[in-house]
């Protein structure tokens, strides 16, 4: 049963507001707040254009439902609604955040957008992660383009989104931060999404869920390097000396713990193992003799130090002597933060602290309470060492290390084997579900014969992460299928080019190449036919420039086996 909602005017005052019978709490199409027990029949928002200013804290699992009321005024004044502990708030077509005023998700609420197709980018952010923001049928994408703060746990979910006419159910999408791919599934933009953060996708029931899921820390047992000697992560206390290595310098120095935080990850198993959350095992002497001096367990965005510069871990993973420790399904991690962001030694190796991108907030803190604000740090102008990511430097690293199997006790041996394939399985499948072959095939270039009235198309081919196939120094692990160039749709009487894959503002499904006459799918592509094949059936015939090698995946390899 929902509690109550805590409404606070502009002018100070405050009332409580309790649910009906069924634990809801709606605001009318007056502006009013309406329940079942109230001394009076509703309690207005603040004026009579339905408007609301102050702040608003929606909790305690209650249930709000908007109709025709703004967040704010236009007029200016402004108005910050908190969306918290299992309550959920939806505001529906008629309802408007005016410009400086805030919607906040966090903390197990969440945020139902429900056909709205209009609204003032920066007025939708989460709070600390565990929020959920719900994007519903015929809400317009732009306004999620602009939902800020998000952390580790936090859940956008797209559920018939609409952007340019695309209707965004499943398949695969992009989010960048300042322009840069942000790992995850293509096509609008979360600026202020903390730089790191990983995103991946889940479809369940015809919904795209994409989840932030980085997390970058040390398990429980990591052994810190202090100036009173090694200690257990768990046990780091703020204001402990944790002994630093000035590698412009080449010294130790001491600095202060200023924050510890701990937190519980559970493993998605399905995803990529990147993604799902499996910590990596750093076997004893995996990188040298002595180093780590025991095995270390850390998470898979987490940084080792090598010459200057920090490389994720998850890019030297090799499956011998670094690998993803799939007996952990779940477990509790660790933040140790410094002054500044540091090259530390953890189990004997160089690694690094904490260095705040903004999810704070998604970890507790046990032992003495240190309250740290300011501006959230970035990787370009507050590391404590540039990272890298660059495969010239990360590949041959990560051979050398690949090496050391015959020096390291108690290597790992892969129990799943790796089978890829070079054969695309190429085909079409049109707005109706038919699934089109190709009738021909001359080298690199296909064709295929639409029917008449074939409005679109989806490209539809294996698709595999480069990451996967070439190496985990490769530092794409975006989903390509095929890299199409010249698209051609050919009558008896003409011949048409179609370059929508080519423009700068893609279909569903396409990711941006360096070529600008190509353009790679995702595995599941739309391309658009505009109105070519009106009354008019004929062939289809496009270039792919390059294709695969693709992983074959356990369903695949059952199928050829049956087939054999």
């Not at 602009?146 to 695309?166: E, P, Q, R």
């Not at 322009?179 to 889940?202: D, H, K, M, R, Y």
């Not at 894959?501 to 600008?516: F, I, S, V, Y």
Request: overall charge negative; charged content about 20%; proline content about 4%.
């Amino acid at each position: 049963m929902a509690e109550s909602i805590i409404f606070k005017p502009i002018n100070g005052s405050q009332s409580v507001i309790e649910p009906d019978s069924n634990g809801v709490i709606s605001i009318n199409e007056s502006g009013n707040i309406t329940g079942t027990q109230y001394v009076a029949p509703g309690i207005p928002v603040s004026d009579a254009n339905a408007s609301t200013t102050g702040t608003i804290s929606i909790t305690n699992n209650a249930v709000v439902t908007a109709t025709s009321w703004n967040v704010g005024e236009a007029s200016g004044s402004t108005a910050t609604v908190t969306v918290s502990d299992g309550a959920s708030l939806t505001l529906d077509n008629s309802d408007k955040i005016a410009t400086g005023s805030t919607v906040v998700v966090g903390n197990g609420g969440t945020l139902l957008l429900d056909g709205v197709s209009s609204n003032v980018p920066g007025q939708i952010q989460f709070s600390g992660g565990n929020g959920t923001i719900e994007v519903g049928a015929g809400t317009n994408l732009t306004i999620i383009q602009y939902i800020t703060n998000i952390s580790v746990n936090d859940t956008i979910v797209l559920d018939g989104t609409v952007a340019d006419g695309v209707t965004y159910k499943d398949g695969v999408y992009t989010l960048t931060d300042n322009g840069q791919p942000i790992q995850g599934t293509a096509s609008f933009q979360l600026p202020a999404a903390n730089e790191g953060s990983t995103f991946t996708v889940t479809n369940v029931d015809g919904k795209t869920y994409l989840n932030a899921t980085t997390v970058v820390c040390f398990l429980a047992g990591s052994m810190i390097r202090t100036s009173e000697g090694d200690v257990a992560v768990e046990d780091i206390q703020i204001g402990d000396q944790v002994v630093t290595f000035d590698w412009k310098n080449n010294k130790d120095i001491t600095r202060p713990v200023v924050w510890v935080g701990k937190a519980h990850a559970v493993v998605r198993a399905g995803l990529p193992d990147d993604e799902a959350g499996y910590p990596v095992r750093i076997l004893k002497d995996a990188i040298a003799d002595g180093v780590p001096y025991k095995d270390m367990l850390i998470t898979a965005e987490h940084c080792l130090f090598f010459d200057g510069k920090f490389v994720p871990v998850r890019m030297l993973v090799n499956g011998v002597s670094i690998f993803y420790d799939k007996s952990i399904l779940s477990y509790d991690y660790y933040h140790v933060e410094t002054a500044q962001h540091s090259v530390i030694t953890a189990d004997g190796m160089l690694t690094e602290s904490y260095l705040d991108t903004g999810n704070r907030a998604s970890f507790r803190q046990e032992g003495k309470v240190a309250t740290l604000r300011g501006a959230v740090r970035n990787w370009t102008k507050d590391a404590g060492a540039p990272l890298c990511v660059d495969r010239a430097f990360v590949e041959p690293l990560f051979y050398k290390l690949e090496a050391r199997e015959n020096s390291v006790t108690g290597c790992h041996v892969p129990v799943e084997q790796t089978v890829m394939v070079t054969d695309s399985n190429l085909h079409l499948v049109t707005q109706a579900g038919a699934i089109i072959r190709p009738v021909r095939q001359d080298g690199q270039r296909y064709s295929f014969m639409l029917p008449a009235h074939t409005q679109s198309v989806r490209i539809v081919s294996r698709a595999s992460r480069p990451a996967d196939v070439i190496g985990p120094f490769v530092d794409d692990r975006r989903q390509m299928g095929v890299a199409v160039a010249d698209v051609h749709f050919i009558t008896a009487k003409n011949l048409h080019t179609i370059t929508a894959h080519l423009q700068a503002e893609k279909p569903e499904g396409w990711h941006d190449t360096d070529w600008t006459d190509c353009a790679w799918t995702n595995g599941n592509a739309v391309l658009p036919m505009g109105d070519f094949t009106k009354g008019k059936m004929g062939l289809l015939s496009m270039t792919i420039r390059a294709a695969g090698p693709y992983l074959l995946h356990e369903a695949d390899q059952k199928a050829q086996v049956f087939s054999a």
